[in-house]
């Protein structure tokens, strides 16, 4: 084979070709490329803990898709992609042998343990091979060696410290302009065939009509999202208003799938934010988006600093809490058969459709720790394996945050179920949506059926414990607000059609869960 100067680049959540590194630095080091993806077996067994499946239906689809996208981008310059299934150490090994000319594997780091035990793999067996290891960082907004503070270590343990300090004091790099064409791979490579959900033993997911998420996985369809919330629609314009809904693929940017997986450069979104402030309008929702992306990357940060105490049941703060490990109420919570309506309605969300919003992942996260007392780890165990946009550090980082041993300088804040729902679901229609059982009832009196009269009931065609589950659990705080809903008037849940409208009292929620005093939420 060829003798020439070869580098194999190895790819991960780094799925794209704009702004990437590893082929940025292989173009300018190499005469032949070998953009390689490796179905890593040890993603396809189960969780650590509690041995849930690990890579669910939807963020498996959502995989294939983008790996097919970036074979066909790459095909257009000149490349492909080679596909294998196996051990990405062991994969690069047999290349290495095989091509007798490789001189470097480029691949960008990742923060956590399992991750980085495939970087100690990949650079033992070159090491043996005497192959150059180039490895590069691209996964946050700001880059890790322009953070203003000395070591990882001096990371601040609250969020709004870190967000001012690399505001004043940090700067978003230039995005890296994108190769033209890439250098060919060596003669004599097969490009591999890429694996079925089948291949994989996993279900073809059904796709269901009413998912806020039907998208397509690929770097060209998160430059087209981009293109249609900033520039097709001026969404983005209004996101801090929206982003609270429920029903809509409009209400939020719905970028993470794509970043979860490198799809989509943080950079490239800041920079577009930043035309679109200079050619549009810059406004609190512009600002916004920015400000999610800061909270993905603190995780990320927080990630690096803690390794794998992200992971452990005292979290962060090394807190012991009584948890329960009650498979019946874990079950109930899983499949949406609380009784608790707004829970029940984004847990099942969530299972037909890999997807929830982050008013929802709140809500159900604080039922799960603080109503029915459960291990933080179940709950996150289940989203990894469900949420198509699955991104390690943010949803451990999440989970340990609702169950008040994370990165939280007030402790024990509980969410109200029946008030949040309420607040953002006045009318019902996100609960009768995901709940059909319900339909009958009308209005806000859907949130709290085990309050309604038997003769309400049996209108609406509901009979507790047959048709619907009595509630697992009630918190004597609910009743303050069962007795205040409004009757059936009022806004439906927010996100239905183009921009929506949250009410003024409500705008700051979000807000409200990482800042406020209140324990009233």
């Known amino acids: 084979m060829s003798t020439s100067r070869t580098i194999i680049c190895l790819l991960r959540n780094d799925l794209r070709l704009h702004d990437n590194e590893i082929f940025h630095w292989a173009q300018r080091n190499a005469e032949h490329i070998v953009p390689l ?10 969780t650590y803990n509690y041995n849930l499946p690990k890579t669910g239906p939807f963020r498996l689809r959502f995989l294939l898709e983008s790996v097919k996208d970036l074979r ?7 490349s492909t992609l080679l596909v294998r299934r196996g051990k990405p150490e062991d994969v690069v090994a047999d290349l290495i042998k095989q091509l007798g000319s490789v001189s470097a594997v480029a691949l960008h780091e990742e923060v956590a343990s399992e991750e980085q035990s495939v970087e100690k793999g990949v650079k033992d067996v070159c090491a043996q091979m005497k192959v150059r290891v180039h490895t590069c960082w691209g996964s946050t907004l700001y ?8 070591h990882i270590s001096r990371l601040p343990d609250v969020y709004t410290q870190f967000r001012k300090a690399v505001e004043t004091q940090g700067r978003v790099r ?3 302009p994108t190769p033209e064409q890439l250098r060919p791979l060596p003669s004599g490579l097969e490009e591999g065939p890429i694996p079925t959900a089948e291949d994989l033993e996993q279900t073809e997911p059904v796709t269901d009509p009413r998912s806020a998420f039907p998208c397509s996985g690929g770097e060209s369809q998160a430059l087209a999202r981009i293109k249609h919330y900033f520039w097709d629609t001026d969404a983005v314009a209004t996101y801090k208003e929206t982003r609270n809904g429920l029903i809509g693929v409009d209400y939020s940017t719905k970028f993470a799938p794509w970043l979860a997986m490198g799809c989509i450069s943080p950079r490239y979104i800041y920079h577009q934010i930043k035309q679109y402030e200079r050619e549009r309008t810059a406004n609190q929702s512009t600002y916004w988006v920015i400000f999610e992306l800061l909270w993905r990357d603190y995780f990320k940060f927080v990630g690096a600093k803690y390794g794998n105490r992200l992971f452990q049941i005292k979290g962060l703060q090394d807190r012991s809490i009584p948890w329960k490990t009650d498979m019946k109420l874990f079950n109930a919570w899983k499949e949406g058969c609380t009784g608790v309506p707004f829970v029940d309605a984004n847990m099942r969300e969530l299972a037909m459709t890999g997807f929830m919003s982050n008013r929802g992942r709140q809500n159900v996260a604080s039922f799960l720790t603080k109503d029915l007392g459960l291990d933080w780890r179940m709950g ?5 394996y469900l949420l198509v946009d699955h991104d390690v550090c943010s949803n451990y980082g999440n989970w340990l945050y609702s169950a008040g041993i994370g990165n939280d300088p007030r402790e024990n804040r509980k969410f109200n179920m029946i008030k949040q729902g309420l607040d953002y679901d006045s009318n019902g229609d996100y609960v009768r949506r995901w709940v059909p059982e319900l339909q009958g009832i009308r209005g806000a009196d859907v949130h709290t059926p085990w309050t309604l009269s038997s003769a309400a009931l049996s209108h609406a065609q509901v009979s507790l414990s047959e048709t619907y589950p009595a509630p697992v659990v009630t918190a004597p705080e609910w009743s303050r607000h069962a007795n205040k809903k409004p009757s059936g008037a009022g806004p439906s849940a927010r996100g239905k059609k183009g ?4 009410p003024k009292q409500h705008r700051d929620r979000g807000i409200d869960f990482y800042f406020s005093r209140s324990k009233n939420l």
């Open 72 to 78: 066909n981008t790459l095909v257009k310059k000149g």
């Open 174 to 176: 230039p995005v890296l």
């Open 380 to 384: 996150a165990e289940w989203f990894e």
């Open 499 to 502: 921009p929506s409208h949250t």
């Open 143 to 150: 880059h890790r060696d322009d953070l203003p503070f000395q």
């Open 37 to 46: 993806y490796c179905f890593d077996p040890r993603h396809y067994r189960g």
